[in-house]
C-alpha cells in the first residue's frame, strides 16, 4: 500500500481537452514531485516543490502546468496534450529541510496515473 | 551530462539462482538509491546508501556502494518469483548549484519457476 495517493488511475483524453491529475500525501513530507515514466524507461523528473513553492521546473512544455495548493496536495493540470504525452504520472513526495537538502531523500511514490492522449 | 550507467538492462534467470545488477557513474555521488518497479506498479525505495564502502543487506538483498562512490551493486541470492520486476538505481549528484537525482535505465528482472 502506498501513502501517497493519486487520482484518478487511468485517464484518457483527446487534444483539446483540459483534465487534472491529483496527488495527496500525508505524511508531513514538504517536497513533491512530479515525474513522468514512459514503458522501460527511468521516471523522469518534471517538476519539484519545496514548502509550496515550486523550485525545479525541468524544462517542462506550458501545456502541463502544476499547482501545489496545500502541504499535502498537488495537481498537475493537462491542456492541449500531445499522443506523445502519454505515460505513466507519477507523484512522489519527499522529507526536505528549508534549506531545500531533498533531493537526496528517498522518494515515496503513489501508484501513478496511466494518461492517453488520443 | 552526468550519466548513471546500469547493467545489464535484461536478466533472466532460474528460480534459486543468485541475480546482480550494477550501477556505474561517471561522477562521485552524494548516495545512492535504489528502487523496485513490479510490472503495472510503481517505484518503491528500497535502501540508500551514503559512505563510501558501504554495505548494507535486506534479507536476500545485499547491495554496495563503491569505494570511489562511483559505483554500486545491487546482489539477490536465491532469486523468488517475488524477485520479479525492474531495479533502478539512483545517484544523488550534489555539486554547487547542480543537485540532481541521476536515474539508471533499470534491470528488468524475469524469474522462471
Known amino acids: 500500500d502506498t501513502e501517497v495517493t493519486q487520482t484518478p488511475k487511468h485517464l484518457v483524453m483527446g487534444m483539446t481537452n483540459k483534465k487534472s491529475l491529483k496527488c495527496e500525501q500525508h505524511m508531513g513530507h514538504r517536497a513533491m514531485y512530479w515525474y513522468k515514466q514512459k514503458a522501460k524507461k527511468p521516471p523522469e523528473l518534471m517538476f519539484v516543490y519545496s514548502y509550496e513553492k515550486l523550485s525545479i521546473n525541468e524544462s517542462v512544455p506550458s501545456r502541463f502546468s502544476p499547482e501545489c495548493p496545500n502541504s499535502s496536495l498537488l495537481n498537475l493540470h493537462l491542456h492541449a496534450l500531445q499522443p506523445e504525452d502519454s505515460a505513466l504520472y507519477l507523484c512522489?513526495?519527499?522529507?526536505?529541510?528549508?534549506?531545500?537538502?531533498?533531493?537526496?531523500?528517498?522518494?515515496?511514490f503513489g501508484n501513478g496515473t496511466r494518461l492517453t492522449v488520443t | 551530462g552526468q550519466q548513471v550507467m546500469q547493467i545489464p538492462q535484461y536478466q533472466h534467470v532460474q528460480e534459486g539462482e543468485d541475480f546482480t545488477t550494477y550501477c556505474n557513474s561517471s561522477t562521485t555521488l552524494s548516495n545512492i538509491q535504489w528502487y523496485k518497479q513490479r510490472p503495472g506498479g510503481h517505484p518503491v525505495f528500497l535502501i540508500q546508501?551514503?559512505?563510501s564502502g558501504e554495505v548494507k543487506k535486506q534479507k536476500r538483498l545485499t547491495f554496495q556502494f563503491g569505494e570511489a562512490k562511483k559505483n554500486s551493486s545491487l546482489h539477490i541470492t536465491a532469486t523468488q518469483t517475488t524477485d520479479v520486476g525492474t531495479y533502478f538505481c539512483?545517484?544523488?549528484?550534489?555539486?554547487?548549484?547542480?543537485?540532481?537525482?541521476?536515474w539508471g535505465l533499470g534491470t528488468s528482472l524475469a524469474v522462471n519457476p
Open positions: 539512483a545517484g544523488f549528484l550534489n555539486a554547487g548549484n547542480n543537485r540532481k537525482l541521476i
Open positions: 546508501l551514503v559512505k
Open positions: 512522489a513526495s519527499s522529507f526536505t529541510d528549508r534549506g531545500g537538502s531533498s533531493y537526496n531523500s528517498p522518494l515515496h
